[in-house]
């Protein structure tokens, strides 16, 4: 069983900066992509960036330039650092991984989300 852990969201002032961390735990062989994703209240979870396993990164244009997604692979983690938060930033945010490969007790391919954060920006 893989599990996504998030931590490093809360509430920061508009202006500020908050670094969101998603640690896969469990018995994992590889995961390609890793991402972000977000969903404010009455809206749907949209993509706010994601980070191949080289390194290949992609954004939403409402961040980019703002937000930075990073990932360590030998800890299968992946960050997101957020600069220059807006209220409009606010949030819960997901960690997403996609082609998960298990080997124990068998070969599996899955995604697994995160429980999500909560991030607020006050104005």
Known sequence: ???LV???GGLVQAGGSLRLSCAAAGNIFSIG????YRQGPGKQRDLV???SP???TTYADSVKGRFTISRDNAKNTVYLQMNSL???DTAVYYCNALGVVTTIPEYRVYDYWGQ???VT???
């Open 33 to 36: 992509d890793m991402g972000w």
């Open 86 to 88: 807006k209220p409009e």
């Open 1 to 3: 069983q893989v599990q």
């Open 54 to 56: 080289g390194g290949t």
């Open 6 to 8: 998030e931590s490093g």
């Open 121 to 123: 920006v006050s104005s």
């Open 49 to 51: 960036a994601a980070i």
């Open 116 to 118: 999500g954060t909560q």
